[in-house]
């Protein structure tokens, strides 16, 4: 089963490196999702907003919103 979502990921980094980005839960039951940085499509800022699909193996992105 499959599921299309929208999410903000968020850049964790020290200056000009980036370590990881997560998505940041909707509520305190759920835990943050973290990715590698190769995972996640380059982007500016310190955090975008994707459409994404979620399948039982993982998150895929989709394409990136523009605000």
Same mark, same amino acid.
């Given at each position: 089963?499959?599921?299309? #979502?929208?999410? #903000?990921i968020? *850049?964790? %980094?020290?200056g000009? @490196? #980036?370590?990881c =980005?997560?998505? *940041?839960? %909707?509520?305190?039951s759920?835990p943050? *999702?973290?990715?590698?940085?190769?995972?996640?499509?380059? =982007?500016? %800022?310190?955090?975008a907003? =994707?459409?994404?699909? *979620?399948?039982?193996? %993982?998150w895929? =992105?989709i @394409?990136?919103?523009k605000?």
């Amino acid at each position: 089963m499959t599921q299309r #979502t929208i999410q #903000t990921i968020e *850049r964790l %980094g020290d200056g000009d @490196r #980036t370590f990881c =980005f997560f998505i *940041r839960p %909707g509520s305190r039951s759920r835990p943050y *999702r973290w990715f590698e940085v190769a995972e996640v499509p380059p =982007f500016d %800022g310190k955090s975008a907003r =994707f459409e994404m699909e *979620r399948t039982r193996y %993982g998150w895929t =992105f989709i @394409r990136q919103l523009k605000d």
